[in-house]
């Protein structure tokens, strides 16, 4: 399998000019071998949960939905996801024989791409809890400890996790390199061709450094391919789907807050006092059946006006939302 590809410049000189197309087709080989492998794993060969999933004493105090990302956050990803996927279909569809004018629509993505994560460094940096979404050693013990539960079978107790849990941190991390490597090569990459804010200038750099450019938008590209299979795949799994309601919706429900997060590593601060909560099954209204708590969960069925069905419900909902 080949790794870049090559050709000889107008003066006889061997220059780069982009990654194989193998790699490509590795990139996807790689991310379905990989959705498969999980997907046959979590059905007959993952050991049971290590910590209990029913409601504490913790729960105490908690509003019934508690809001995980607020609007901005998800107007932001879905139009990054919608730029992302324009981008990866425009670059590589043509190479699987799919023929259209497909430049203008490639670096108008770009564009939006590049705006979005501006807006997104922007927002994290000032307005939201910036080391948030940064790995730390409790991440790192609480890793290796869900390793050692799903490798050892051995029933290592697993920590509840923060926020946003060690995959996820990994998936962010590794998304923003390849992202912005692929943004700032692709800012490059546009000034060899005419748009409305310059002039094309093909000569800027020598055909040795765009060769280099080339090979590293490419390979930034092929690692998204992987990214993005394995990101979908998550988020259409059915244990999976509480948190990508909470991308769409905002909000998660009180039980699965208790059941997943560590009060102490995502604090909800000023929490109204609540009543008691009643068992599964006990006193449930007929038009409520929600989770575990007996609270309708965000945008089920019942749940009258929607996960933003009043300003002044939403505001009592979103205690610690903020990040």
């Known amino acids: 399998m080949e790794l870049w590809r090559s050709a000889a410049n107008p003066w006889g000189q061997e220059v780069l000019i982009g990654v194989s197309w193998d790699l490509m087709w590795a990139a996807v080989i790689v991310g379905l071998a990989f959705i498969t492998a999980h997907a046959v794993w979590a059905k007959w060969l993952a050991p049971a949960d290590s910590a209990g999933s029913s409601e504490g004493p913790s729960a105490a105090g908690l509003p019934a939905r508690i809001l995980r990302h607020a609007m901005s956050e998800r107007v932001f990803h879905w139009i990054m996801s919608a730029a992302m996927l324009v ?118 750099l020598a055909d040795s450094t765009w060769g280099v450019v080339y090979v590293v938008h490419g390979v930034s590209g092929v690692a998204l391919i992987a990214l993005v299979i394995s990101h979908i795949y998550f988020a259409i799994r059915p244990d999976k789907w509480w948190i990508t309601k909470s991308m769409i919706y905002g909000f998660i429900g009180r039980d699965k807050y208790v059941e997943n997060f560590d009060p102490d590593r995502w604090v909800i601060p000023d929490a109204a006092p609540q009543e008691e909560l009643v068992p599964a099954g006990v006193g449930a209204s007929a038009g409520g059946g929600g989770g575990e708590s007996g609270a309708p969960e965000p945008g089920a069925p019942g749940d009258s006006g929607g996960p933003e069905e009043s300003s002044s419900g939403e505001r009592a909902s979103e205690v610690g939302g903020l990040d």
């Open 87 to 204: 981008l990866l279909i425009t670059a590589f569809a043509p190479v699987m024989g799919l023929q259209f004018a497909w430049v203008t629509i490639h670096w108008w993505a770009g564009v939006v791409l590049t705006l979005t994560i501006v807006y997104h460094m922007i927002h994290a940096t000032f307005w939201q809890d910036f080391w948030a979404m940064w790995v730390n050693r409790a991440d790192i013990e609480a890793g290796v400890a869900e390793l050692s539960h799903m490798v050892g079978r051995n029933g290592t107790e697993v920590p509840k996790a923060s926020k946003y849990p060690i995959d996820h941190k990994m998936f962010h991390h590794g998304a923003a390199v390849s992202g912005l490597a692929a943004i700032a090569t692709g800012i490059l990459m546009m000034l060899r061709i005419d748009t409305p804010f310059r002039a094309a200038d093909p000569y800027l």
